[in-house]
């Protein structure tokens, strides 16, 4: 069963980085998406972003594109999603998820997900 495990969440002030990681185990694929997808309170899960392993082909949402930054080390099966100029609307919980197909930002296609990790930026 593939197990997922994220790590680099916290608190920062507005206009900081702050540098997620996903580590993937518990698969033999070597054609995999990763997505990251985050919630805040009260809101739907959303789509932040997604690599195609395989090519490193990158997906970002609109409201994230241009200060989020994506990355994969397959030698170790961990995606990177790096995060800078952090707004305030960027608070949520941030999930990674494995789709065994290039998934973009499509939700549905992702069939495991890690724990999340609460990233909290203040004004």
């Known amino acids: 069963e593939v197990q997922l495990v994220e790590s680099g969440g916290g608190l920062v002030q507005a206009g900081g980085s702050l540098r997620l990681s996903c580590a993937a185990s518990g698969f033999t694929l070597d054609d995999y998406a990763i997505g990251w997808f985050r919630q805040a309170p009260g809101k739907a899960r959303e789509g932040v972003s997604a690599i195609d392993v395989s090519d490193n082909h990158s997906y970002y949402a609109d409201s994230v594109r241009g200060r989020f930054t994506i990355s994969s080390n397959n030698a170790i099966n961990t995606v990177y999603l790096q995060m800078n100029s952090l707004k305030p609307e960027d608070t949520a919980v941030y999930y990674c998820?494995?789709?065994?197909?290039?998934?973009?930002?499509?939700?549905?296609?992702?069939?495991?997900w890690g724990q999340g990790t609460q990233v909290t930026v203040s004004s």
């Open positions: 998820a494995w789709s065994p197909v290039n998934a973009g930002l499509l939700m549905g296609a992702y069939t495991y």
